[in-house]
């Protein structure tokens, strides 16, 4: 399966980021640049669907830290909206993720606390 990243602006501050497939290095990979370029921007408010990521390893969670971590440098927000995928949701749990960047299973709730 290819990962594939797609990106939808719900309003001029909001943007909504669906990740499907695999975030493990060849994964991370095939959507490293886009990652980047939809996530990094200035004041923008994002929420990152992992609910289709079917395996997360150590480097796509670096990717999202990293992409995290410019947005906010740059004024912007960034949340997790995990759905009911349990195997992403424990591994960044498991990692401390979830202390950094807020994650949520309800779709409303990450979006109103990216918007917040």
């Known amino acids: 399966m290819i990962t594939e990243i797609n990106s939808t602006d719900v309003s001029e501050n909001f943007r909504r980021l669906v990740i499907i497939g695999r975030l493990d290095i060849a994964g991370n990979d095939a959507i490293a640049l886009k990652f980047a370029a939809f996530a990094v921007s200035n004041g923008k408010r994002v ?47 498991t990692t401390g993720i979830d202390s950094l960047i807020p994650m949520f299973a309800e779709e409303a709730d990450a979006t109103s606390a990216a918007i917040a």
């Open 47 to 93: 929420l990152v669907d992992l609910t289709a990521v079917s395996f997360l390893a150590s480097i796509g969670i670096r990717s999202i830290v990293t992409n995290a971590k410019a947005l906010q440098a740059r004024g912007g927000k960034m949340v997790l909206f995990v759905g009911d995928n349990m195997a992403v949701a424990n591994t960044l749990k």
